[in-house]
């Protein structure tokens, strides 16, 4: 639902600017927050001056990349959602939801416990069961690698860098294979300072 929430907004955000240009979205956003318009202007003539980009009508098409630690394997209901663009009424996800608690499955939490902490009756709580849906169009610029996170209990993939259609991968970075992950047994380790593996690409968007 977070996920939702997020892709909610970016969506919103890219047809406005698109639609009105960025000086216009920023400032109108930025205000919204209680920053002086001079305060505005000024960090969006820095940040264009400093990319020399130019924002016209026609430069005003916005594209949407979506990229980071997302706490999701590949075959979850959030990466599916993500790239599908979808997760139905009937999904299978909407089943199971409302048995997740915070804790659950730490020694001494149970979920009747972490229901009772917030005043909800496990038993008899129900999940409504929207549709969710975004435009977005995107799909993972390095492919799905084995593993970005490669501790002691827990190796898998959940880092990513989700691109739009109009974007084009040219060169993803090698990932370190399972010798060189475990060579000082996990991450992070000697070599690697970090859990998780890098995800780096170059892209092309035109």
Not at 7 to 21: P, S
Not at 72 to 94: A, F, K, P, R
Not at 122 to 134: C, D, K, Y
Not at 137 to 166: C, K, M
């Amino acid at each position: 639902m977070q996920i939702d929430a997020l892709l909610r907004v970016v969506t919103a955000l890219k047809a406005e600017i698109e639609a009105n240009g960025l000086m216009s979205t920023v400032t109108r956003t930025w205000c919204t927050l209680g920053l002086r318009p001079s305060d505005v202007f000024e960090g969006v003539n820095e940040a264009v001056n400093h990319q020399e980009v130019l924002l016209t009508p026609v430069t005003n098409r916005v594209s949407v990349l979506v990229a980071g630690d997302l706490n999701s394997t590949e075959n979850s209901t959030v990466i599916e959602y993500l790239l599908q663009g979808v997760v139905s009424t009937d999904h299978e996800v909407w089943k199971t939801i409302n048995q997740f608690r915070w804790g659950m499955g730490d020694e001494g939490i149970s979920s009747e416990e972490e229901a009772e902490d917030v005043g909800v009756d496990a038993s008899q709580e129900t999940i409504p069961t929207p549709a969710l849906t975004h435009s977005l169009g995107l799909q993972s610029a390095a492919g799905f690698p084995r593993y970005t996170n490669f501790t002691v209990d827990f190796q898998d993939l959940l880092d990513y860098v989700l691109i739009p259609a109009e974007a084009v991968t040219v060169a993803v970075a090698p990932f370190p294979s399972v010798e060189d992950l475990t060579e000082h047994v996990a991450l992070p380790s000697m070599r690697f300072p970090s859990d998780h593996v890098s995800v780096a690409v170059d892209l092309l968007i035109e």
